[in-house]
C-alpha cells in the first residue's frame, strides 16, 4: 500500500479557551510551531461552549499566512448548500487556497434535529444534494438542479475558491459514509475511531470508489484522534465533553482515545499509518488557555518531528 504525505493537525471539539483573544494567540503559536493545519468541531446546539466552525476559520483566514483549517466535520444536512458553498468559497479566496472544507450526515441522536424540528431519517439524501451541489456550485459557471431535496436553477456564485478542484473531505465510519465518500468526495478522515476502524474504512472506501471507477488520492485518507499527554486522572479527561458523550465503557474508550506519555501517542499514529491514513486531527483534551498551550507545544516539540514525513 502507498502511503501519502503525513501531516498533523490540531483540532477543538469544545471551546477550552478562556476567551476569544486566547483563541487567536493560540492560532498564532500553532503557526509559529509549524502545526499543518486547524479544526473546529461543528455543534450548533450544546450546553459546553462550541465555536461555529465557519465562522471561526474565517477569522482564522485573515490573522495567519500558513496554516490550514479546515471543519471536523459540518452536518451538511443542517445547512444551506448555496449560502455553506458562497461561505466556502470566500473562506478559500481570503486565505489564498488554505480551506479543508469537510462534511458529515451527523448521528441521529443529535440534539439539532429535536431542536430544529426535522427529520434525521432523511439526513443522508439530504447531505447527498448538498455534497453535489457544493461540487457544482465550486466549479462551474451556472448550476440547475432537480433533486427530492433541493431545486435550482441557474445558480452561480463568485469569486470561486482559489483551489480547483476544491477538497471535499467526508467523515463518518458507517456504510453510507463509506459509499458516500467513494462516490462523492475526494477524502476521507474518519472521527473518534479505533485503528481497525479507520483500517476497515479505508479499505471499504478504496473498494467502493473501485467498483465506481474512481480513485481517492492515497493522500487523503486520515483520522481524528482526541489525546492527552498525561493520565486518565487528570481533571480535563473527566471533564471534557468529547468524552462526556461517548457513551462507551471506560476499557472501550482507551481504544478510541490516546492519553499517556508522548511515546505512546507516537505509536498509535504509527499505528493509524501503518493501515492507510496519513493525515491526522489530533485533539487536545485540555482545560484552559496555560493546558492548551501545554499539550501543543509538546505536540510540536515531541510528536510530530516524530511522525511527520516530507
Keep these: 500500500m502507498r502511503r501519502g504525505k503525513v ?26 510551531l509549524r502545526i499543518d493545519s486547524l479544526w473546529q468541531t461543528d455543534r450548533l446546539v450544546s450546553a459546553d461552549p462550541y465555536l461555529e466552525p465557519l465562522s471561526a476559520v ?5 490573522m495567519t499566512e500558513r ?28 486565505s489564498r487556497g488554505r480551506l479543508l472544507p469537510m462534511f458529515g450526515v451527523g448521528n441521529d441522536g443529535a440534539p439539532e434535529w429535536l431542536a430544529t424540528g ?22 462551474e459557471d451556472s448550476v440547475t438542479f432537480e433533486g ?7 445558480a452561480r456564485i463568485a469569486p470561486r475558491p482559489v483551489q480547483q478542484p476544491m477538497p471535499l473531505w467526508i467523515g463518518g465510519q458507517s456504510a453510507a459514509a463509506i459509499r458516500r465518500t467513494a462516490r462523492l468526495g475526494n477524502g476521507w478522515i474518519g472521527g473518534i475511531a479505533s485503528v481497525d476502524q479507520v483500517e476497515a474504512a479505508i479499505r471499504g472506501i478504496r473498494s467502493e470508489a473501485a467498483a465506481l471507477g474512481r480513485a481517492i488520492d ?8 482526541a489525546f492527552r499527554i498525561g493520565s486518565f486522572d487528570d481533571a480535563p479527561v473527566g471533564r471534557h465533553p468529547l468524552l462526556r458523550r461517548s457513551g462507551v465503557s471506560a476499557e472501550a474508550l482507551r481504544s478510541l482515545v490516546c492519553v499517556g506519555g508522548s511515546a505512546e501517542l507516537v505509536a498509535r499514529i504509527e499505528a ?32 510530530v518531528p516524530a511522525v511527520q514525513e516530507g
Design 7 to 32: 501531516r498533523v493537525g490540531l483540532g477543538l471539539a469544545s471551546f477550552p479557551l478562556e476567551d476569544a483573544r486566547s483563541f487567536f494567540r493560540w492560532a498564532l503559536r500553532c503557526e509559529e
Design 58 to 62: 474565517a477569522t482564522l483566514a485573515g
Design 67 to 94: 496554516v490550514k483549517f479546515g471543519m471536523n466535520a459540518v452536518v451538511a444536512p443542517l445547512r444551506d448548500p448555496l449560502v455553506l458553498a458562497k461561505q466556502c468559497a470566500t473562506i478559500d479566496f481570503l
Design 118 to 139: 426535522r427529520e434525521p431519517k432523511t439526513r443522508g439524501s439530504v447531505a447527498d444534494e448538498v455534497l453535489e451541489l457544493l461540487r457544482r456550485l465550486w466549479s
Design 148 to 154: 427530492r431535496h433541493f431545486r435550482y436553477r441557474e
Design 218 to 225: 492515497d493522500d487523503h485518507f486520515g483520522a481524528s484522534l
Design 272 to 303: 493509524l499509518k501503518a493501515v492507510g491514513a496519513s493525515k491526522f486531527v489530533l485533539i487536545p483534551i485540555a482545560d484552559g488557555d496555560a493546558d492548551l498551550l501545554d499539550q501543543t507545544e509538546r505536540i510540536a516539540a515531541e510528536v
